[in-house]
């Protein structure tokens, strides 16, 4: 199936205004569209990625204002085991995650048909259809979408990292000296904001596509509802004797990756560590006893503090000048 059905497929979902489309495309697209409860999903075909980073640049310019903002000096933290994690002097590194990158090109040289060959790999979240991210936060600061968007709200986050701490991959990254904790207690909660790929949910929702996807002049990723991204990694993997990533890892994400070698191999040429997650096997989270039980503990707690996350969320707001109830 080609990219341009699947964009048609993404365009589809019942997440979109119809009063936004012409009435022609409406009636077009509104065929079939998947229920609206359906997961989109994205295909990266690694072997199409020349590297060039114009995905990079567009997730940042699409991103920029969801950027922390600090205020320094930092409030001391008592007790100091949470370190401060500034990055508002380095927000031009762009080879890991950070607060402000929220995309990055990992590369790997492994041999391809018996050649040495250079594979580029955009890397960001991997929006699990079960996130630990959002169901273990003991803040109520992360949710995931009806379409399988996970995102923080950093209005709302601590920056206590739980998140990072639950994902498989440590993809959310913290800011120091922004945030709720600043006005909460700002020398005892949290440290920052917690900072991830949104896939630009904001974008997605008035009919656009996620800034890298749109960004992208070799067309590596395809979006569309998760049945037929899983159909399209595997055709793709039979084309090129290939294989699929991210179908069942952590019982299953919203973003798939197709690779000309296993995975194994993938994950052993790449460099990991701190801001560069890794690509080998990732167990369900969500189906071990003791965090099911732990997202049941910490739900009445997450109920109230979101409660209150937005009633202070709202006095800032009305504080600055900004309408109390919007929210973007």
């Not at 199936?1 to 205004?17: E, H, P, Q, V």
């Not at 890397?123 to 273990?136: A, D, E, I, Q, S």
């Not at 910490?298 to 937005?310: D, F, N, Q, S, Y």
Request: proline share 8%; charged share 20%; glycine share 10%.
């Amino acid at each position: 199936m080609s990219n341009t059905i699947s964009r048609r497929s993404f365009l589809k979902s019942g997440i979109l205004a119809a009063g936004t489309l012409a009435a022609g495309e409406s009636a077009a697209r509104a065929a079939g569209a998947p229920a609206r409860n359906q997961h989109l999903a994205t295909m990266i075909d690694i072997t199409r990625c020349i590297g060039c980073g114009a995905c990079v640049e567009a997730c940042r310019e699409a991103n920029s204002p969801k950027f922390p903002n600090p205020q320094k000096p930092f409030p001391r933290m008592y007790p100091d085991r949470v370190k401060v994690s500034d990055w508002s002097d380095k927000q031009d590194v762009d080879d890991r995650l950070t607060p402000y990158n929220w995309l990055f090109i990992q590369s790997a040289t492994v041999e391809v048909d018996g050649e040495e060959t250079e594979l580029t790999i955009p890397r960001r979240c991997m929006h699990c259809t079960n996130p630990p991210c959002v169901k273990l936060c003991p803040w109520g600061a992360s949710r995931q979408y009806q379409n399988g968007i996970s995102r923080i709200d950093t209005d709302m986050c601590l920056g206590g990292s739980k998140c990072k701490a639950v994902c498989p991959w440590d993809i959310p990254q913290r800011q120091t000296g922004d945030g709720l904790y600043l006005d909460l207690l700002p020398s005892l909660a949290g440290n920052g904001i917690m900072n991830k790929c949104d896939r630009c949910y904001d974008r997605v929702a008035m009919g656009e596509q996620p800034a890298c996807i749109e960004a992208c002049p070799e067309e590596v990723q395809t979006i569309g509802p998760r049945p037929e991204i899983v159909a399209q990694a595997h055709a793709r993997a039979r084309e090129i004797g290939g294989y699929v990533y991210g179908e069942n890892e952590n019982g299953g994400t919203n973003t798939l990756y197709v690779s000309p070698v296993p995975f194994e191999t993938l994950n052993a040429a790449i460099e990991k560590g701190p801001g560069r997650p890794h690509l080998g096997p990732a167990a369900d989270r969500m189906a071990e006893a003791n965090n099911l039980g732990a997202a049941l503990l910490i739900a009445p707690l997450a109920g109230a503090a979101t409660a209150l996350g937005r009633f202070l969320k709202a006095a800032r707001k009305a504080g600055s000048g900004e309408h109390p109830l919007s929210d973007t």
